[in-house]
């Protein structure tokens, strides 16, 4: 391969990194966001009472950046951190707890991390390709 077919190839390849990223992103939220409802739907996760909580976590559309994607997902659900890390303590009303954490957002990491790492690998195969 010559110098001006390796730049061409790179140049076609960076028009195309962004929306393959934004896809990888997209999935790995969206898997992410499933296993996190899964881990809150008992133990050793949070109880489930009326689903209200677990069906709070929500998806921001993906935004583009250059050459790539960012999303977000969480609850705004005041027991969200309570549930995760657990509370120790009164409360503003003077109620007290011992509160042990029921995790179900940390157990969730280390997967979407392996699974955000296999959709960038993928999506700069599908460039390169």
């Keep these: ?16 990194i962004g929306p393959a990223i934004q896809k990888g992103v997209k999935h790995t939220v969206t898997l992410g966001a ?4 899964g881990h809150a739907s008992g133990r050793p996760g949070p ?20 050459h790539g994607a960012a999303c977000e ?4 659900q005041p027991q969200g951190r309570r ?6 303590g009164a409360d503003s009303l003077g109620r007290v707890y011992d509160q042990k ?3 179900h957002v940390e157990p969730a ?10 959709q ?8 390169l390709l």
Excluded: C
């Excluded at 499933?34 to 409802?37: G, L, P």
């Excluded at 997902?73 to 705004?76: E, H, L, M, N």
């Excluded at 549930?83 to 120790?88: R, S, Y």
């Design 120 to 127: 960038m690998r993928l999506a700069v195969s599908e460039v």
């Design 101 to 103: 954490p029921f995790p």
């Design 83 to 88: 549930l995760e890390f657990g509370f120790v």
């Design 73 to 76: 997902f969480g609850t705004r």
């Design 34 to 37: 499933a296993r996190i409802r």
């Design 109 to 118: 990491i280390p997967f979407m991390e392996q699974t955000l790492l296999a």
């Design 47 to 66: 109880n489930v009472i009326s689903g209200d909580y677990r069906d709070s976590w929500q998806l921001t559309p993906v935004r583009r950046l250059p």
């Design 1 to 16: 391969m010559t110098p001006e077919q390796l730049a061409d190839r790179l140049e076609h390849a960076a028009t195309k």
